[in-house]
Structures are given as structure tokens and as C-alpha cells.
């Protein structure tokens, strides 16, 4: 798969070059591309499904401090690595995302909706 898309890409870049690239080399090129990005993201897939909430005895002394935490960036994304295998992949994403867009009051907000739901 790789190798096919190295050669059409190859004939694509060379054809640029030349200021000659055909729609069907374009066509071509991009049906190899779709064929990794699908293969990548049924693996990223697989992996999601397979991963699995790990049990942590001391969960809420992880979420307690990871609450607190999260006042200090660099520090709370280390405790969520630290406690991320035992919480919901989404609760994670979300977080993540929230973390890695700096709105750390927002990733608070979440765990601590969720951790309400958690502890009702």
C-alpha cells in the first residue's frame, strides 16, 4: 500500500514539476491517501475499543487532586496521565481537549460534573 502510494505520489510531484499533473493522477493519488487514513483510523478505532477503564483504588484521591490541580496547567495534565487509564475515554477526550485549548476551567467544569454523577 505504502509503496503504491510513494510511486503515485512521486509521478504526481514529478507531473507538478513539469506543469503537467492530470486529474487522474490527482484521482489516483488521492483514492491511495484515503486507503491509509481509513487503515490509520480503523486502528485508532481498534485501540479506542480495546481500551479499557482500569480500577484505581484511591480514584476520588486522584479526582480530588486533580481538581485541584487544575489551577496548575503543566501539573494537572500530569495527574490526568497519571489517572487518565482509570477514568471513561470521553470524560479523557474532553478533557484533553479542553487542557490542550487552555481552558482549564472548562476541563474543571467537566470532571466536576462528572464526578458528581460519579459520587449521586
Given amino acids: 500500500m505504502l509503496s503504491d502510494l510513494q ?10 514539476k513539469d506543469h503537467q499533473v492530470s486529474e487522474e493522477q490527482l484521482n489516483l493519488l488521492e483514492k491511495e491517501l484515503l486507503k491509509i ?5 480503523a486502528l485508532g478505532e481498534e485501540e479506542i475499543n480495546q481500551t479499557e477503564v482500569q480500577p484505581i483504588e484511591n480514584l476520588q484521591e486522584g ?16 495527574q490526568l496521565d497519571e489517572i487518565k ?13 479542553s487542557m490542550e485549548e ?8 467537566t470532571l466536576q460534573a462528572w464526578n458528581s454523577k460519579k459520587t449521586s
Avoid: G
Avoid at 479526582?63 to 500530569?78: M, W
Avoid at 487552555?102 to 467544569?109: G, K, P
Fill in 102 to 109: 487552555y481552558d482549564f476551567e472548562e476541563a474543571l467544569e
Fill in 7 to 16: 510511486k503515485i505520489a512521486a509521478e504526481v510531484e514529478q507531473s507538478i
Fill in 63 to 78: 479526582l480530588d487532586k486533580l481538581i485541584l490541580l487544575l489551577d496548575d496547567d503543566a501539573a494537572s495534565i500530569e
Fill in 37 to 41: 487514513i481509513n487503515a490509520l483510523t
Fill in 85 to 97: 487509564s482509570t477514568l471513561p475515554h470521553d470524560l479523557v477526550r474532553k478533557m484533553t481537549q
